[in-house]
């Protein structure tokens, strides 16, 4: 009896939070919903109207839609690879004794609480300004033309940014796991002969799998809604060379005044994120059943 009354007890205890959070949720979502199937543009208000799936049709069919999509995923993939592989050598560093190490862990760590408006101002004004930016000067010290990242390069340029504030995340949860891995494993694997890179690739790298894919998780969830950057930057362009789903979305609610348009692509991009998601929560399942 005392067990069901704690379990009530919990139950009545959470409830508000619960509440308010799915009001938080789904009060939003609905209001979306509904305005998917309207015609309802800013610029003409009182002529809204009932046109069903028209909206979704329009989106799904538009061209900039399948560039957006690519976009996403090629931002999504290129920020993962870079983020896991040069988190995994930043953690290995780490994870050497040397002198002043919780100095450089700090320094290491601090990207990740720059606000994404910061950092991508920093990059566009210091670092890849064509004119007077940092590469730009060593550009031309070494003889070179500058490169007009985005211009030239907007996605990739976006892509490094993004993969700039989130190493840092990616190298922490990796470093976690190396301080838990066996070191008398290591050292029985040095005893019979193996060298750092076999004690890399059989022992270190299937320990920080269920980290790895922890990682992988976390930031696509977080990076299929990157848009501080693309607006900062690149405000899509040139074209639709940088824009993703969010910025479509956003582009077509309120530069476009389409709300009817941009609230269809905002369930659509809420419907993708969800098959990412799911699919992404059944892997790390089986990574952690193994």
Avoid: C
């Amino acid at each position: 009896m005392a067990t069901m009354h704690s379990k009530k007890l919990g139950k009545y205890m959470l409830s508000p939070s619960v509440i308010l959070l799915l009001a938080w949720m789904v009060i939003p979502l609905s209001f979306t919903l509904y305005f998917s199937f309207l015609s309802y543009n800013l610029l003409m208000p009182g002529t809204e109207e009932f046109i069903g799936f028209t909206n979704y049709q329009y989106f799904l069919t538009d061209p900039a839609f399948f560039e957006a999509l690519k976009n996403t995923l090629l931002l999504v993939g290129g920020v993962l690879l870079i983020t896991i592989v040069g988190g995994t050598g930043f953690a290995l560093l780490l994870n050497l004794p040397f002198w002043g190490q919780g100095i450089v862990r700090v320094l290491v760590i601090a990207p990740f609480f720059v606000m994404p408006t910061v950092s991508a101002l920093v990059w566009k004004n210091m670092f890849m300004n064509p004119e007077n930016g940092l590469f730009a000067y060593f550009a031309k010290f070494l003889g070179f033309e500058p490169i007009d990242f985005f211009a030239q390069i907007p996605l990739l340029s976006i892509t490094i940014i993004v993969s700039w504030m989130w190493l840092p995340f990616a190298a922490l949860i990796i470093l976690t796991a190396l301080q838990s891995l066996d070191q008398e494993q290591l050292e029985a694997a040095e005893m019979d002969g193996a060298g750092h890179i076999q004690k890399f690739f059989y022992i270190t790298l299937p320990h920080l799998a269920r980290p790895i894919t922890v990682v992988i998780l976390i930031q696509t969830i977080f990076l299929l809604s990157i848009f501080a950057e693309i607006m900062v930057t690149t405000n899509g362009g040139p074209g639709y060379a940088s824009t993703n789903i969010t910025y479509l979305v956003y582009a077509q609610s309120l530069l476009q005044f389409d709300v009817g348009g941009g609230s269809a692509g905002g369930i659509v991009a809420v419907i993708l994120a969800n098959i990412v998601a799911i699919f992404l929560l059944r892997m790390i399942g089986k990574n952690l059943e193994a």
